[in-house]
């Protein structure tokens, strides 16, 4: 599934690009993305109470800018990023192109997603043992999805929270609008044996036929979603390299 880049990137105007990412570097390839950060970025990456916390944004950060940096052919350092009222990050108009693109990322593993056409939204979420996913559905999720978790059994109940939450958070982070959109406005499908879709936004159910959801096979203790309104596309998945890392 996950593939090695090819050395010539190319991105038509139907693909979509997945990457994965591991957020644990060595010391002195964070050093080096962390040159490539704006003064804010920088800010940012300096807030973090814990040391891992800071290397992992340096990291989640630095990874983007090589990476779009690659498509585009510029220097990461010189790429300039705008953001939503919501905090959805985009390139600055300013460039002289432009790619739509997202990223999440959780606990040591990042993915990032690319594309020029669609709106797009990705979500990872590390499976760590939780004790109250039940109420947590209850309070975040619409009743029919609550009542779906609380018949499963516990193992079952943690991946079907955890895959219902990347897959709504995905959706969410795609139009822009974040968590505070509603969660349980988003109905997901939940059942082991179904294809990841959406079942309605807001009560409507054509609304959500035009948006396509996907489970993304990140690593065993992870479970990511990816969100795209069309349904007709191409995707790769494909893994960081050192020659995107060191593309400066």
């Known amino acids: 599934m996950w593939n090695s880049p090819p050395k010539q990137l190319t991105l038509s105007d139907r693909d979509i690009h997945v990457w994965r990412a591991d ?10 993305l962390a040159t490539t950060l704006s003064a804010d970025e920088s800010d940012r990456a300096n807030r973090f109470h814990f040391e891992k916390d800071r290397k992992h944004f340096i990291a989640a950060r630095g990874i983007l800018r090589s990476l779009l ?3 585009l052919n510029l220097p990461p350092s010189q790429l300039e990023f705008a953001y939503s009222d919501r905090g959805k990050p985009s390139l600055s108009v300013t460039l ?3 790619l739509s693109f997202n990223l999440s990322h959780s606990n040591a593993l990042a993915l990032y997603a ?6 797009i939204g990705i979500d990872i979420e590390y499976l760590r043992p939780m004790s109250d996913v039940v109420q947590l559905a209850k309070r975040f999720f619409s009743p029919r999805e609550y009542e779906a978790i609380a018949q499963l059994s516990p193992p079952e109940q943690q991946r079907a929270f955890f895959q219902a939450w990347t897959a709504k958070e995905a959706y ?9 959109g509603g969660l349980e406005k988003v109905e997901v499908s939940l059942g082991s044996r179904e294809a990841l879709k959406l079942l309605s936004i807001d009560g409507d159910c054509r609304r959500a036929g035009s948006w ?6 990140s690593r065993p203790d992870y479970l ?4 795209v309104e069309n349904n ?3 995707l790769s998945y494909w893994d960081v390299s050192a020659q995107i890392l060191h593309f400066f």
């Open 23 to 32: 957020l644990n570097l060595p010391p002195e390839e964070i050093e080096t």
């Open 69 to 71: 940096g690659t498509y």
């Open 96 to 98: 002289p192109a432009s």
């Open 114 to 119: 690319v594309t020029k056409t669609y709106s």
């Open 172 to 180: 969410l982070k795609a139009t822009g609008v974040g968590l505070s």
């Open 212 to 217: 396509s959801l996907y489970s993304v096979r």
């Open 224 to 227: 990511a979603a990816l969100a």
């Open 232 to 234: 007709s596309w191409n």
